[in-house]
């Protein structure tokens, strides 16, 4: 048998309200690069296989906000995001960045990092699993064998080559066969 087999994945519907008040929110016109790639991740979230997709851009080329029209496509079909970044400034500077954002378009977004208090992680803890936190941004506190998702429909993994193979697929784990966006700023070459 030739080629590897495609996961079984999440079939999302795309294009919804919350993405379009999203799209309006934003204070600038998306570029064509960026319109592309969102219009390539929507199919992708649609298909009956599991997405593993790397977006790969300079800093500063919107991939935050190509990532939050992914994210919002999957809380839009009832399931939860999560973006796991390598350390805690990336997942707050993350968190500051979609907060606004999130708040605007009625989603619910958190934050989990190493220095979170033993209460405040009991209580994201719970949310978590009763769904009540529609997007999760965090460090690999993430991963951690504590935290149950509800419905998680979406990883997206910051500069994924800072983190190990084992926990990538710990975050993935957290789902059933959730879609995967990696990003990074990194240039990583296509044979990989």
Same mark, same amino acid.
């Given at each position: 048998k030739k080629g590897q087999g495609l996961t079984e994945g999440i079939s999302f519907r795309t294009g919804?309200?919350?993405q379009k008040?999203?799209?309006e929110l934003i204070p600038f016109n998306l570029t064509s690069a960026q319109r592309r790639v969102i219009s390539e991740i929507e199919r992708d979230m649609a298909s009956a296989q599991s997405m593993n997709r790397l977006l790969q851009g300079d800093v500063g080329s919107g991939k935050t906000v190509v990532s939050m029209a992914a994210m919002i496509t999957a809380?839009?079909?009832g399931?939860? @995001?999560a973006l796991m970044a390598p350390?805690?400034?990336l997942a707050e500077q993350h968190y500051r960045n979609l907060k606004g954002w999130s708040a605007s378009l009625g989603l619910k977004i958190e934050l989990l990092t190493g220095n979170c208090k033993t209460l405040e992680k009991n209580e994201l803890h719970e949310q978590i699993e009763c769904g009540e936190v529609d997007i999760m941004v965090g460090t690999h506190a993430l991963i951690q064998e504590r935290i149950t998702f509800r419905k998680l429909g979406l990883v997206v993994i910051d500069e994924q080559h800072r983190?190990?193979?084992?926990?990538? @697929?710990s975050l993935r784990k957290k789902g059933i066969a959730p879609d995967v966006l990696v990003m990074t700023a990194t240039p990583i070459p296509r044979t990989l």
């Open positions: 919804g309200q919350i008040k999203f799209f809380c839009e079909n399931y939860q @995001a350390t805690e400034i983190f190990g193979v084992v926990q990538r @697929a």
